[in-house]
């Protein structure tokens, strides 16, 4: 029950007709009203309270041990983005969700951002030339006193550049791989805080990325995609979208309306007892990290 649960995950709950908030648990953070608490998910499963599925927005270091818990109880499991630590640790919760005929999501909420859907439409008509990604904001702001997004696992400044990846690899019609990266590591941290990234696809189609924590003012989280008919552009995170035309999609309070859609989505899968688990993004993270040049740099200090 940490900054994401209670700022995104209670409010979508809330507000889904499909699904009731059953109990919470963390170590750490406060419940929510009179909602059964507990203290980890050992405690949940003791208590014999009837739960269906679960949420789980841990930091990704420790999430798969929970996630394998959960599956072990027939819980059908909800993994806030990255979905793991690891592509082997995903990998190996989906082999284990299948056997056991539950549902996993891997939730990306950026591409449930409203001007995603209606990109990716325009983008299967044009001939793409360049994609440029700006994704830079303030971790003081964004993740105050989080420590562990800097530690080895935690993905550093790949937790919000994460997102830019899974809307670009939702919107672009074909797959694309990196072909260089620099990463800046702070000297006194062991996850990058900036990287610099150049993809192509086998077309020649050039993307490149750049993604910083250390963002002060104006953030910013912009695609820009230059085509045959003009430049199409994502703003806030996906929230905007303006097409060659000048035409633009606004939405207030995106964020909000991503979360209300991924728990659109669980209802879905849960009813089809299906899942739903893309590793692209997460793919090439990992990517980024064999393929990148590691440069040190200043120490951060928070």
């Known amino acids: 029950m940490g900054k994401i649960a209670h700022d995104q995950h209670v409010p979508a709950i809330a507000a889904n007709r499909d699904i009731v908030l059953a109990a919470t648990v963390s170590r750490h953070g406060e419940g929510v009203g009179s909602v059964p608490h507990f203290r980890d998910i050992d405690d949940l499963i003791a208590s014999g309270l009837e739960i269906d599925a679960v949420s789980l927005c841990t930091p990704p270091q420790v999430r798969r041990a929970i996630a394998a818990r959960a599956i072990a109880q027939g819980w059908?499991?909800?993994l806030e983005k990255p979905p793991g630590a690891t592509l082997a640790e995903v990998a190996q919760l989906r082999a284990a969700a299948d056997a056991a005929g539950i549902s996993l999501f891997a939730s990306w909420h950026s591409r449930y951002a409203p001007g995603v859907e209606p990109a990716r439409a325009f983008l299967a008509e044009a001939a793409i030339r360049k994609v440029t990604v700006t994704w830079r904001e303030d971790i003081r702001v964004w993740h105050p006193g989080q420590s562990w997004i800097l530690e080895a696992g935690g993905f550093g400044v790949f937790d919000p550049g994460i997102n830019a990846l899974s809307i670009v690899t939702r919107i672009l019609p074909r797959p694309f791989f990196i072909t260089e990266a620099e990463l800046d590591f702070p000297a006194n941290r062991d996850a990058p805080i900036a990287a610099r990234i150049r993809?192509?696809?086998?077309?020649?189609?050039?993307?490149?990325?750049?993604?910083?924590?250390?963002?002060?003012?104006?953030?910013?989280?912009?695609?820009?995609?230059?085509?045959?008919?003009?430049?199409?552009t994502l703003h806030d995170g996906g929230a905007r979208l303006i097409l060659p035309d000048g035409s633009e999609a606004a939405h207030k309070d995106a964020l909000h309306g991503e979360y209300a859609g991924l728990y659109h989505r669980f209802a879905e899968i849960v009813r089809a007892r299906t899942s739903d688990v893309d590793i692209a993004p997460l793919r090439h993270v990992a990517d980024a990290f064999l393929r990148g040049r590691r440069i040190t740099v200043e120490p951060f200090v928070e």
Do not use: K, N, Y
């Open 76 to 78: 059908h499991v909800f």
């Open 199 to 232: 993809f192509a696809d086998d077309t020649g189609l050039g993307i490149e990325a750049d993604f910083d924590f250390r963002q002060e003012g104006p953030q910013s989280w912009d695609i820009v995609v230059e085509t045959d008919q003009g430049t199409l």
